[in-house]
């Protein structure tokens, strides 16, 4: 009986390990591939695809990446992000594509059992391909386009031995464009359905294959003979709802389009659970098409809600869609979503749109996004630790500029967890695509109107975007181009077609600085200036109510300038009069925007290193003087506004808050100042000290606290408050102005602006330093040395607490960067994330900063401060 027993356990155990076991593999081929000019190879496809063909004199490939991103591996180009290296590599325009069409290969280990199918699939190709496998060609026609996601059915291909090749012939753009210095270039490269910034931008020299190659991600996938493609999630969440506490129920919509192989129809159930439900929808499949199936609509109980950044969570689920047959699974697909609703709205009083999420409105803080890296080195590692960046700059939102691309999935996986709503721009941009007259470009308005050449083409790929990112809950807007809309037949086939029957829940905006999105009341373009501006500007002149570009400057400190600037070019830049070009070559090379005038108040700076650090200043005032002028007339003058820009996608000398090496300079922690959800500031204009509330919640009995310090770091106390503000808004509690004035005549003032709770714990600390009567920092100038007291330790596997103390009788310790170097090399080790930086302290007034650094357990770490009048010093961590 035992034995029966047993056998009859473990044949039912097999049986319900074959009901539940899918049949699916995937994989990503990424290694061990080499290339090879088309010049120097005498082979065709069919021969280099088999595996008898000898690929020992081929250069090793990086896949994904481009064919100067292998060159540049192989040593066989310097790095074209540092000096003027960019000069001596060689421009497709003047060699010809062929210079830069290459052969890929790449040997695998595949096969198929009885009932299963392989397949491949690129995700990106730059820009046309001839594809073969085992000396056969795989694409009978040549698969073209930047962004379009093909797959291949290869199981008819693959060796019985289970040996294989596959073989690329890559070719770059059709037109490679003329690279003459205008916003991409004479604008020709728009022809293409790819990235227009490869021939040059005003913050980028030009990409000189125009990155050619197989540039995202090839995957190997096995299934039955069901493939379960492109699933799609809606989410609908009625009402108004808040973060915490129970929820009423919310809708879940799912889809997939079922892709039968067979030459028979195939009859099966498709399936998901969900909180230990199970939801399911019969189909039958009719032989060798692709059929989209709804499952029922789902009713989530008291669902986890995901919000912006500084609302709320970004809770999220996970399903696995299934197609079933007597049992066995043909294929399944993973799908992560989170639960919110989009909605927009027309503000009628300040004649703009605003987004809320979940029924509430949400004030829109946000950056202008390029890539990731210009030669498409793209990481999830990379993208996670950019978009941490903008969570820790209390940011909600990033734009991905037109002229560039449809960021990957990993982007808005970074997105989705960190919590900031994304606009997506399509492919076409103002300057390539015809809005204004401008003499760099080869052709007319009229005839730029109609890129690029293959509407067919831009549609097709269009849809296959929006199929890959349209389950992101992080994605918010869709928007049809950058400063100019597509041409009508495309922009109708988005707006009334595309975008309807594949999403139909997010807003699309016809194009980036459109009336639709902001009252152009200004005239021009609807969004700038780009440099500095007085930072009274920002506070008293108003501007689009939903600005989609506006910005300042962003150049590193002295490391990071050192990281690409050749010892040559480590000078102060010198501005050529009447020109936006500075003496030195490199510095006008790396689009360096001029700080003007805005130094001296501080002392002519002496050499690079004091330039810099004086940037430093400029850039922190610059940028929390912008995102607390916006904040201060939330919903009366504006809705939003976003950044120009945030991030550089090469080693350029503008509009950044870290460098490309992802170092932090002082441009992120103004902003993150500047756009703390509970916010104190003040208004150098007017003298008032306002509240601004970031939240659904309203904070009744805050103190608010002002202080006064002069150079020698005497306190004066000018109010102490108790207060409150309502849910998302702003508010006016006094003005200062007399008293301010007369403090800061002589030589300057610092001023800290405090928000406290009930406990007396600090919530909302602002400090400012003021100019004397004549606009010169006459004080800081003169300020005595204040050594700080510091002491760390490691506090987790990754994290360092900072102590740091200003003794009681030292004066203001002003602007100290916080630094983690390896003590090896006494370099900054990145990405490295500061709870703070570029901080003050008042005399006897103690911090603590944690510094987070993934790979603490293998450096030897210390940290580096120095600050405007504190000695440099370095310490070790216990």
Known sequence: MKKINLSFILIATLLFINQFTTAQTKYELNTDWYCNPIKKTTADGFEISKTSYSLKKWMPATVPGTVLTTLLNNKEVPDPFYGMNNEKIKDIYETGREYYTYWFSKDFTETAKKDEQVWLTFRGINYSVDIFINGAKVNKERYKGMYLRKTFNITKFLNANSKNRLAVLVHPVDEVGNPNGGQGGDGTIAKNVSSQYVAGWDWIQ????????????????????????NPHIITLVDGVRLPEGPQQPATLKVSAELENSAATDVSGTIQYTLDGTLVTQKATLKALTTTEVSLPDFIMKNPK????????????????IKFIVDGKILDSEPVHFGVREIQTTWNTH????????????????????IMSDAMLRLSKERYDTEIRFHRDMNLNLLRIWGGSLTERPEFYEACDKYGLLVIQDFWVSGDCNGRWVDPMKKEDQWTRRNYPDDHQLFTESAEDMVKMIRNYPSLAIWCGGNEITPSADILHSLKDEILPKLDGTRWFIDYSNSDEMSFNFKGGNGDGPYGIQDIATFWEERTWPFNSEIGSVGTGDAVSLKRFLPKKNQVIPQEMKGTEKVEDEAWTYHKYIAYGNTLKPYGTPTDMDDFATKAQLVNYDQYRGLMEGFSAHMWDWYTGTIIWKTQNPWTALRGQMYDYYLDPNACLYGTRKGSEPLHAMYNPVKGDIMIVNNTFVPQHDVMLRITSYDMKGNSQLLTQVFTYTEPSSTRLILS????????????????????????????????????????????LQN?????????????????????????????????????????KTSERVLPTFYSDNYISLVPGEEKIIELEYENLNNIDAEIEISGWNTPIQTLKIK
């Open 783 to 823: 300020i005595a040395s204040a050594p700080l007291q510091a002491s760390a330790k490691k506090i987790s596997t990754n994290t360092i607490a900072l102590t740091v103390k200003n003794n009681e009788k030292n004066t203001i310790s002003f602007f100290n960067r916080i630094s983690l170097l390896d003590a």
């Open 350 to 369: 300040t004649q703009s749109r605003q987004i809320a999420v979940n029924g509430q409105k949400i004030f829109i803080k946000g950056g202008n996004w």
């Open 206 to 229: 030009p990409i000189r294959d125009r990155n050619t190659g197989i540039w995202d991600k090839v995957f190997i996938e096995k299934t039955g003979a069901i493939n379960v493609k």
């Open 736 to 779: 200062l102005k007399d008293k301010i004035a007369a403090l800061t005549a002589k030589e300057g003032l610092f001023l800290s602006v405090q928000l406290l709770n009930l406990k007396q714990e600090i919530i909302s600390d602002n400090f400012y330093w003021l100019a004397d009567e004549k606009g010169n920092y006459s004080g």
């Open 305 to 320: 809600l995901w919000w912006p950044n500084g609302y709320g969570k970004q809770d999220s689920y996970a399903i696995d």
